[in-house]
């Protein structure tokens, strides 16, 4: 063994120990420092890094400081500890939302370990519920067409028959259409942008007529100097947007009688409507500003063409279509032209070989026309690189199969015989001459 070997189990020897001496001085912080304390200071960090702590992030550790003491160690919050408030809250809430305040906590304790305040997260032992909440909502053509007239009628939350019309038709998000801007909308280039969305990258989203329409006569109502396209008029938040529209949006969807139905889905409804009208996955996830195709894969089956290519693939070969179009030969006519006709779709070629060359897409069945012998053959042919002699195709093509060609073909039923064998095939006056070698 080199010295290079003792040098490296020297130094692994020398960390283990090292390794041990800062687990033991982790632990005894968190064996000191108080749940409380360490509470108070991320929540100063989150306020500032995370952009939802207001309707996140700090409900979800209210809850947690419901249900664990202030006074608590860092060290004695156990997985049976979380497990048990777990189970508890899944009694009286729903499992999505046990799951959410679970994450929070699993964030807290990653941040106690980057400062070396806990020695380990307690939450990674415990198992999330992890259910499928994916909800497919959208409005119909007649619900749509009951909703708008429902909500001409409510006078108590202003703008709502317009945010429902933009909402169906650019798929925005709520906060982002409630509190958007005119600086936001490109009439020149009919171009809405926001400069930053929930993932946190900007999105530009291009506006139909409808759109155009409704923004445009907004734009002509506007409250002057006010910069929000949604704002209230008077009171005492005059100038600011208006956000608040649920109870006048339960109202219309009552009159409208439209059941199980939110805001958001409006969202679903944007999007299943295009792919409904033979828009791509790809083109409606850019559209809603998603980063993958993940998103948009629940509205995958309302495409009428969704797997059509896939299952296509069952349908009969192209050479069943070839027969039941080939032309019939006329009086004096010989089968040849007809033959370089039907391939050729009746123009002229100068290289009629390399028509019948294989082509990306050439399927292995039309090879058979080329010259009227078993597709079996042909494909041996092609496998073992033997080129069909072209040169007297035009030659009457025999409509039945050569008794020693055909024996010849039950005599190498094994793969690897049937690999083996070359074929090649030449017309002599009208006669077929046959040679195989093995």
Same mark, same amino acid.
């Given at each position: 063994?080199?010295?290079?070997?003792?040098?490296?189990?020297?130094?692994?020897?020398?960390?283990? &120990?090292?390794?041990?001496?800062?687990?033991?001085?982790?632990?005894?912080?968190?064996?000191?420092?108080?749940?409380?304390?360490?509470?108070? =200071?991320?929540?100063?960090?989150?306020?500032? =890094?995370?952009?939802?702590?207001?309707? #996140?992030?700090?409900?979800?550790?209210?809850?947690?400081?419901?249900?664990?003491?202030?006074?608590?160690?860092?060290?004695?919050?156990?997985?049976?500890?979380?497990?048990?408030?777990?189970?508890?809250?899944?009694?009286?809430?729903?499992?999505?939302?046990?799951?959410?305040?679970?994450?929070?906590?699993?964030?807290?304790?990653?941040?106690?370990?980057?400062?070396?305040?806990?020695?380990? @997260?307690?939450?990674?032992?415990?198992?999330?519920?992890?259910? *499928?909440?994916?909800?497919?909502? #959208?409005?119909? *053509?007649?619900?749509?067409?009951?909703?708008?007239?429902?909500?001409?009628?409510?006078? /108590?939350?202003?703008?709502?028959?317009?945010?429902?019309?933009?909402?169906?038709?650019?798929?925005?998000?709520?906060? $982002?259409?409630?509190?958007?801007?005119?600086?936001?909308?490109?009439?020149?280039?009919?171009?809405?942008?926001?400069?930053?969305?929930?993932?946190?990258?900007?999105?530009?989203?291009?506006?139909?007529?409808?759109?155009?329409?409704?923004?445009?006569?907004?734009?002509?109502?506007?409250?002057?100097?006010?910069?929000?396209?949604?704002?209230?008029?008077?009171?005492?938040?005059?100038?600011?947007?208006? =956000?608040?529209?649920?109870?006048? %949006?339960?109202?219309?969807?009552?009159?409208?009688?439209?059941?199980?139905?939110?805001?958001?889905?409006?969202?679903?409804?944007?999007?299943?409507?295009?792919?409904?009208?033979?828009?791509?996955?790809?083109?409606?996830?850019?559209?809603?500003?998603?980063?993958?195709?993940?998103?948009?894969?629940? #509205?995958?089956?309302?495409?009428?063409?969704?797997?059509?290519?896939?299952?296509?693939?069952?349908?009969?070969?192209?050479?069943?279509?070839?027969?039941?179009?080939? &032309?019939?030969?006329?009086?004096?006519?010989?089968?040849?032209?007809?033959?370089?006709?039907?391939?050729?779709?009746?123009?002229?070629?100068?290289? %009629?070989?390399?028509?019948?060359?294989?082509?990306?897409?050439?399927? &292995?069945?039309?090879?058979?026309? /080329?010259?009227?012998?078993?597709?079996?053959?042909?494909?041996? @042919?092609?496998?073992?690189?033997?080129?069909?002699?072209?040169?007297?195709?035009? $030659?009457?093509?025999?409509?039945?199969?050569?008794?020693?060609?055909? $024996?010849?073909?039950?005599?190498?039923?094994?793969?690897?015989?049937?690999?083996?064998?070359?074929?090649?095939?030449?017309?002599?006056?009208?006669?077929?001459?046959? $040679?195989?070698?093995?």
């Amino acid at each position: 063994m080199c010295r290079n070997n003792y040098a490296i189990i020297g130094v692994c020897c020398r960390a283990e &120990p090292f390794k041990r001496r800062v687990s033991r001085i982790v632990n005894s912080r968190a064996e000191t420092v108080t749940f409380e304390t360490v509470l108070k =200071q991320y929540r100063e960090y989150s306020t500032v =890094q995370n952009r939802s702590h207001n309707s #996140y992030v700090e409900p979800a550790l209210s809850v947690w400081e419901a249900h664990i003491k202030a006074s608590t160690l860092l060290a004695k919050i156990t997985p049976a500890l979380v497990e048990d408030v777990k189970l508890r809250r899944a009694k009286v809430v729903a499992h999505t939302t046990v799951d959410k305040d679970l994450a929070v906590l699993k964030a807290f304790f990653s941040w106690c370990i980057g400062r070396n305040l806990a020695a380990s @997260n307690p939450v990674c032992r415990v198992k999330f519920f992890n259910e *499928d909440n994916a909800r497919l909502r #959208y409005l119909t *053509d007649a619900e749509y067409s009951r909703l708008l007239p429902a909500a001409k009628k409510i006078e /108590t939350s202003p703008f709502l028959v317009e945010k429902i019309i933009l909402s169906v038709h650019t798929g925005l998000r709520r906060g $982002s259409l409630f509190n958007l801007r005119w600086d936001q909308v490109d009439f020149l280039n009919r171009v809405l942008r926001i400069q930053r969305t929930k993932s946190g990258r900007p999105h530009a989203l291009p506006l139909n007529a409808t759109v155009l329409t409704t923004l445009q006569a907004l734009y002509n109502q506007r409250i002057p100097d006010c910069p929000y396209v949604f704002p209230h008029a008077t009171g005492r938040k005059a100038g600011e947007p208006v =956000q608040d529209v649920k109870n006048a %949006f339960h109202t219309a969807l009552a009159t409208a009688e439209i059941n199980d139905f939110t805001w958001h889905d409006l969202r679903h409804t944007f999007a299943s409507w295009l792919i409904m009208k033979g828009a791509s996955l790809r083109s409606v996830a850019e559209l809603l500003g998603h980063r993958g195709l993940r998103m948009v894969m629940r #509205y995958a089956h309302l495409s009428p063409e969704h797997l059509s290519a896939e299952v296509g693939l069952l349908d009969p070969t192209r050479l069943l279509r070839l027969r039941q179009k080939r &032309p019939h030969a006329a009086k004096g006519q010989e089968k040849g032209n007809v033959l370089r006709s039907a391939i050729s779709g009746g123009r002229k070629s100068s290289n %009629f070989r390399r028509e019948l060359a294989p082509q990306p897409g050439f399927e &292995p069945g039309t090879l058979r026309l /080329t010259a009227g012998c078993s597709t079996v053959e042909l494909l041996r @042919n092609v496998l073992v690189g033997v080129r069909t002699n072209l040169n007297t195709i035009e $030659s009457p093509v025999p409509r039945a199969i050569p008794r020693s060609r055909a $024996s010849s073909v039950k005599a190498t039923r094994s793969r690897r015989a049937r690999i083996a064998v070359a074929t090649r095939t030449t017309w002599l006056n009208g006669v077929p001459s046959t $040679s195989s070698t093995i």
